[in-house]
Nanobody
Framework: QVQLVESGGGLVQSGGSLRLSCVAS????????MGWYRQAPGKQRELVAT???????NYADSVKGRFTISRDNAKNTVYLQMNSLKAEDSAVYYC?????????WGQGTQVTVSS
């Protein structure tokens, strides 16, 4: 079955950096769009960034200039480099993969930014 497994979350001070990774298995990684979403307590899940198979990216306004999404198709992996982290970036971050026949989610990884 399809699995998306995130890693790289943790506790970091404001202004610090983290890199999240998401490895996909059970499906051909190419020809899809990968994305990162986040959900803070009491809030709806929101888009952070997406990257298409061709490398086109899209970012939420709140993270533009600070976060970078990238993918390595040879490793079935998508990354989210997060710099200049703020307290408001604290949330559970979820990896999402959209293929023609379905959309899949990872289990999430917690990111906590202390101010």
């Amino acid at each position: 079955q399809v699995q998306l497994v995130e890693s790289g979350g943790g506790l970091v001070q404001s202004g610090g950096s983290l890199r999240l990774s998401c490895v996909a298995s059970g499906i051909i990684f190419g020809y899809n769009t990968m994305g990162w979403y986040r959900q803070a307590p009491g809030k709806q899940r929101e888009l952070v960034a997406t990257v298409t198979n061709g490398g086109s990216t899209n970012y939420a306004d709140s993270v533009k200039g600070r976060f970078t999404i990238s993918r390595d198709n040879a490793k079935n992996t998508v990354y989210l480099q997060m710099n200049s982290l703020k307290a408001e970036d604290s949330a559970v971050y979820y990896c999402n993969g959209r293929w023609p026949l379905g959309s899949y989610w990872g289990q999430g990884t917690q990111v906590t930014v202390s101010s």
